[in-house]
């Protein structure tokens, strides 16, 4: 059978079509000058991103950070000595001097310090998940839309690492076959608290353990894999169910350390099994995307592909037919995505935030796309918290 003919009818392409391919995006930065940030929160995730952020110090220079608390502000000071620090984001705001703001705050404030910044001109990195709620994700959407010539790019990073676009790409192009089932967990065996220094209270440090501050781990964890699943198959879910508690740590918290949500996606015929404890860590990070043809499992910055039997013999067929590089198989039977780890997917995901400002496009990750997993976040915690079937609606869809 000639090459072409067999590829045509077994619907593959070649080990090398598949694994060895460009990426549809390109991650070379637009040259320019360098975009004077802002910090605002300097805990645990906003220091992290300075970490990375002083990575690349041709694009970005942070010229002041914000905190509340004074143990943090000196956290980032040790990171960015030149920078000005300062307890009131309004003063950052105020500064033009500063072209653009990272919001790295506990939940509950995201909504009002990113409107604000709109307002005061500057263009908007704002940490996952994007809202609190449901109406502040609608209402950022709706408010947004006046400041046109500003960039709001939110920070589910995996839309920029070359893994899991390489994913996105090959779930496009029917690698998987029929996809019904995605399986995704993200366990550990922590009781997720800081410490309290003196002068401080629980509330303060550890809000991400108060329902009036948090949307717990659905919103710290899960949402970057559900944003993933949004993105991929340009889906959101049609119904959800949850449930779980505080079944491990009896310490006065009120987000649940142990839950379990079903989305399903009825365009796909396809359901989505999400989860999360703190009471055991032994499976860590699962992200298992299950197709008729083959599985992808990931983890942060690595993947592999497991082709069913028969895609199997396929591949093998065409790779000896075809006389392209010889398929690489892992000891479990896989295949591996990408040849190398990844870097951190805050680093690109700051990439495509500075070509982003510097060509006035809208990020992979924006507000539209922030407010449909800041819905599902909502949706997963209601029906969690209150016994509920959420069902979407209409007026979610931005």
């Not at 994913?167 to 029917?174: L, N, T």
């Not at 892992?330 to 990439?351: C, H, M, Q, S, W």
């Not at 599902?376 to 209601?382: D, K, R």
């Amino acid at each position: 059978m000639q090459r072409r003919k067999f590829i045509r009818n077994t619907g593959l392409l070649t080990a090398a079509a598949l694994f060895d391919a460009p990426l549809n995006q390109v991650y070379s930065m637009t040259a320019g000058p360098a975009v004077n940030l802002g910090i605002i929160g300097t805990g645990d995730r906003g220091t992290g991103m300075m970490n990375v952020i002083n990575s690349m110090k041709e694009r970005f220079t942070i010229k002041a950070v914000c905190d509340i608390f004074d143990f943090r502000l000196a956290a980032a000071k040790r990171l960015s000595p030149a920078a000005r620090e300062v307890k009131d984001y309004r003063r950052i705001l105020d500064d033009r001097n500063i072209d653009a703001v990272v919001i790295a705050t506990p939940l509950n404030l995201h909504y009002q310090i990113a409107l604000e910044a709109l307002e005061a001109g500057k263009h908007v990195y704002l940490e996952k998940t994007m809202t609190f709620d449901i109406p502040q994700a609608l209402k950022l959407v709706e408010q947004s839309a006046r400041y046109k010539g500003q960039i709001l790019q939110v920070g589910h990073q995996y839309r920029y690492s070359p893994l899991y676009y390489k994913v996105k790409e090959m779930i496009e192009k029917g690698y998987l076959g029929k996809v019904s089932q995605i399986d995704c967990h993200w366990d550990r065996n922590w009781d997720w608290r800081r410490s309290v220094p003196a002068g401080y209270n629980d509330k303060q440090i550890n809000w991400r353990l108060y329902r009036e501050f948090s949307g717990g781990l659905p919103a710290e964890l899960l949402s970057h894999q559900i944003d993933f699943v949004n993105w991929a198959f340009n889906t959101h879910p049609d119904q959800v169910l949850a449930t779980g508690g505080v079944d491990v740590y009896k310490d006065g918290r009120e987000t649940f350390d142990n839950i379990q949500a079903l989305l399903r996606y009825n365009k796909e015929g396809m359901v989505g099994n999400f989860g999360a404890t703190c009471g055991n860590a032994r499976d860590g990070y699962i992200f298992k995307i299950k197709g008729s043809k083959g599985m992808i499992s990931l983890l942060v910055n690595e993947g592999k592909f497991y082709p069913e039997p028969e895609t199997r013999k396929e591949l093998q067929v065409v790779d000896g037919v075809s006389g392209a590089t010889k398929i690489e198989w892992t000891r479990d039977g896989g295949i591996a995505v990408l040849p190398e780890k990844t870097k951190d997917g805050t680093y690109y995901a700051f990439e495509d935030f500075y070509r982003a400002i510097r060509e006035n496009k809208q990020p992979s990750s924006n507000v539209h796309t922030g407010a449909t997993t800041a819905v599902c976040v909502h949706m997963i915690n209601q029906a969690a918290f209150n016994g509920t079937v959420e069902n979407w609606k209409p007026r979610y869809q931005v």
